[in-house]
């Protein structure tokens, strides 16, 4: 119910909940990520998840475009992972 208070409509709310739900499920079917190595003002080194792809071969077209890119626009490093792996995570036991 609106009362035209400035709050959402619950028919607005429901419409962002979907739209959400599509965009989750959409990429999940991206198989290969293309991840970014930064180093932090702090130095240490920083993973950033910067898209993902349908095969490894667009994954890394879009690494190899990427470090053509201008030293000023290029990241430290460059690497395409299966969407299963997360070098954030921490190896080992």
Known sequence: MNDDGGGPSIGAVTTLCCLLCLAA?????????????NQDPWGALAEVR?????????????????EQAPPALRMAAYSCLPETADPREPTGK
């Open 25 to 37: 499920s959409g990429s999940a079917q991206c198989a290969w990520v293309l991840w970014g190595q």
């Open 50 to 66: 910067l898209g993902g792809w349908p095969s490894r071969e667009a994954c890394e077209q879009e690494r190899s475009d990427r």
